[in-house]
């Protein structure tokens, strides 16, 4: 039930009552819910891989064709969308700071990880009609900056001592 209320909020941002709604959402569940986006994002690719007829793994049989995908791109996919949301995170740290709001890696890790919602849903369903190019990402990627400079401007400015 969290899950989808995270997920209906998500896909709501950047409205200010919705980014401090996610923001009190725990950071365990954030990261849950990344996993499963991940996994939902990886369907096209597993659909592929297990209906290829030709090829390495070709031959191989359903569990381990499964096996072999878990290991092979859906670690690695995770991994790598977690240290690129973690360098993000920290990059918008430094944004947040030259916007004078006060804004831990923390709350931008999460934020981030909300505006690939959208993104990564819409990859999903389009990849399972046909094939997407690598042009995607850099679309994809503006519309999360996109997204981030609106948030960073929903929290308010620093105090001035």
Known sequence: MLLWKTFLLSIKLPAKQVV?????????????????????????????????????????????????????????????????????????????????????LQILWKMIAYTTTI????YTVVALIYPIEDTYLLLSLVWTFLLLFNIIKVYPKRMKS
Do not use: C, E
């Open 119 to 122: 993104p990564f849903i819409l």
């Open 20 to 104: 401090f709604h996610l923001n009190r959402i725990p950071m365990d569940i954030t990261v849950f819910y990344m996993f499963i986006l991940l996994f939902i994002v990886s369907i096209p690719s597993l659909i592929d891989q297990l209906t290829r007829s030709t090829g390495i793994g070709s031959d191989m049989n359903v569990i381990f064709k499964l096996i072999y995908f878990f290991i092979f791109y859906y670690l690695p996919l995770t991994i790598m969308v977690f240290l690129f949301i973690t360098f993000l995170g920290y990059l918008f740290t430094w944004v947040a700071k030259l916007m004078h709001r006060k804004l831990k």
